[in-house]
């Protein structure tokens, strides 16, 4: 949902209204939470997975690693990232226009090398999880 809602707040120009990094917020808290739990559920099925010989035994290593990624990666944007996002972008003065931050295209930029990680690493969990089944 990530890859959907950022480019069309961006888009549609709401990042420049003042009220943007309060609804931004209230969004992404509800969605980082989710992704949290997705990431926990996932954790919890490799490690399940690896009790059953479902994955080769060189594999289920990896696949731990790939899944404790993506919990970090989750943690990073919920505790981290977003609420930094949310801090650089509020308007506190209303005497002044409102701008985007120089600050804030770096942290987007971290925001979606991390979402194409957890991209990355979910398609490949999934295709490993679809060849040993195969």
């Not at 003042?18 to 969004?27: E, K, Q, R, S």
């Not at 979402?115 to 040993?132: D, I």
Request: proline share 4%.
């Amino acid at each position: 949902l990530d890859w959907v809602i950022m480019p069309s707040l961006y888009l549609s120009g709401m990042m420049s209204q003042p009220g943007f990094t309060t609804a931004g917020y209230l969004i992404f808290w509800n969605f980082n939470r989710l992704e949290l739990l997705a990431a926990a559920v996932v954790l919890t099925g490799v490690l399940g997975l690896g009790r059953t010989k479902f994955f080769a035994p060189n594999w289920h290593h990896f696949a731990v690693v790939l899944s404790l990624l993506l919990l970090a990666v989750s943690l990073s944007d919920t505790y981290f990232l977003t609420p930094q996002m949310c801090a650089t972008g509020i308007h506190l003065n209303l005497f002044e226009s409102v701008e985007i931050p120089a600050t804030m295209d770096r942290l987007h930029a971290g925001y979606w090398v991390l979402e194409a990680v957890k991209l990355f690493v979910g398609g490949t969990l999934l295709s490993w999880c679809f060849r040993q089944q195969a």
